[in-house]
């Protein structure tokens, strides 16, 4: 048997090792339901000087809010970025009848708004700047006044609960927001924090 027999067995064996690593090594950071190329990740953290966790997200961009998908809101980034694909409606698996920019809002996020003004069912619109009014309509409103109208401001920190005490969303006022539910029926817990926390 002759070496260059065993030579380009062994580059093939060597070239499925390094295959396979880089593949484990690929990120998964899944926003509203598409994944975000190496390329994207890379200039994102790149000109924001963040770390992204691998997971998946969803991302309003008219607002600039963000959650995990299935969650409600667990903090504000800028608006506008081309990451994934277009908002799902059912992002937040809400059951609230409140939309904001075509999502249905997790009942943890209608909880947190309540702390501070009325919430009707309907569908609504919202920008980065905190102004707000019926889908199609004009400005009713502004929640970033009227949050610190009731006492809501940088640096305090806020809590709420579902009707039924299952679940919880806070924050410490300085970016970190927090979320715990869990269901007694099957003894399931969900948990996690944003990563101002």
């Known amino acids: 048997m002759t070496r260059p027999t065993r030579i380009p067995a062994l580059a093939l064996l060597l070239l499925a090792v390094a295959a396979t690593a880089a593949r484990a090594q690929a990120r998964a950071v899944v926003v509203n339901r598409v994944r975000l190329s190496e390329r994207q990740l890379t200039d994102l953290e790149h000109q924001y000087q963040v770390q992204v966790r691998d997971g998946a997200y969803w ?26 694909g277009p908002l799902p409606a059912d992002a937040s698996n809400g059951n609230t009848g409140v939309f904001i920019n075509g999502r249905e809002l997790h009942v943890l ?18 920008d980065a700047r905190g102004n707000f009014g019926a889908e199609g309509g004009p400005v009713l409103g502004n929640l970033w006044v009227l949050a610190q109208q009731r006492g809501l401001q940088a640096g305090r920190a ?36 944003s990563p101002g926390c």
């Open 59 to 84: 991302y309003d961009r008219v607002s600039g809010a963000w959650g995990l998908d299935g969650g409600p809101t667990a903090g504000w980034i800028l608006p506008g970025l081309d990451l994934g």
């Open 109 to 126: 996020d209608v909880a947190a708004l309540m702390r501070f003004m009325p919430v009707y069912r309907g569908r609504w619109w919202m």
């Open 158 to 193: 806020w809590s709420s609960y579902s009707g039924d005490g299952n679940s919880f969303v806070g924050g410490d006022g300085n970016g970190c927001t927090y979320f715990n539910s869990h269901d007694y029926g099957t003894g399931s817990s969900t948990s996690w924090a």
